[in-house]
């Protein structure tokens, strides 16, 4: 079983028309991350949050963490063929036993923007 | 710019033979990471090291073992491959442990094991 649940696991929209992936867990962690991941290439984070209910934007992206800081949404407005790709969050926790601050990545969300 | 390479984008091998995957960063990290990335699965750890000659196990070691002589260098070793294992690696590379800092990533290595 996946520590972090993600959904949808895909999603095709049309250019112009807003979303919204879900990260879940049943674990607190410290940080979740955001990463967009494109065909042939490995992980590019997107942001980082660390706050419980803190909100972060860049541009078109708004990044929530939710208040107890177990799940985290992103949200794309206005979706453009460029946003397609893999989303993948992925959890850093000072839960773990081992006390380092391994990442813990969801299964991810493949988006297709269609122009 | 600040760079993480595999060796190999694709790598095709067959049922027990030896296989090395090569990983090089050039930003002085302690720490770095192989992972294997399966449709559904997301990325599963499969070791890490955070310093020369150390490493510890992740979720899925099984099957694999890690090399870490050079603060740079980074290999996952699949001492005898086998057909569950054709998957894409992927190795990253932090440099401190914190909440802030972001895991930098290869390319990886798409490997067929036939």
């Known amino acids: 079983t996946q520590l972090l649940e993600q959904s949808p696991q895909f999603l095709s929209i049309q250019e112009g028309e807003n979303l919204t992936v879900y990260c879940n867990s049943s674990s607190v962690f410290s940080s979740l991350q955001w990463y967009r991941q494109e065909p042939g290439e490995g992980p590019v984070l997107l942001v980082t949050v660390v706050t419980g209910g803190e909100v972060k934007k860049l541009k078109r992206l708004t990044f929530q963490f939710g208040d107890a800081r177990k799940d985290s949404s992103l949200h794309i407005t206005a979706a453009q063929p460029g946003d397609t790709g893999l989303y993948l969050c992925?959890?850093?926790?000072?839960?773990?036993?081992?006390?380092?601050?391994?990442?813990?990545f969801g299964s991810g969300t493949k988006l297709n923007v269609k122009p | 710019d600040v760079k993480v390479t595999q060796s190999s984008r694709y790598l095709v091998k067959r049922t027990g033979e030896k296989v090395f995957l090569e990983c090089v960063q050039d930003?002085?990290?302690?720490?770095m990471f192989w992972y294997r990335q399966d449709p559904g699965l997301g990325l599963r750890l499969i070791y890490f090291?955070?310093?020369?000659?150390?490493?510890e196990k992740g979720d899925i070691p099984e099957g694999y073992s890690v090399s870490r002589e050079k603060k740079e260098r980074f290999s996952l070793i699949l001492e005898s491959a086998s057909t569950n294992q054709t998957s894409m690696y992927l190795c990253a590379s932090i440099g401190n442990l914190g909440s802030n800092e972001k895991l930098f990533f290869g390319s990886g290595t798409q490997l067929s094991v036939l």
């Open positions: 992925a959890g850093g926790g000072n839960f773990d036993l081992y006390n380092f601050n391994k990442f813990y």
């Open positions: 090291s955070y310093d020369v000659k150390m490493k």
């Open positions: 930003m002085d990290h302690e720490n």
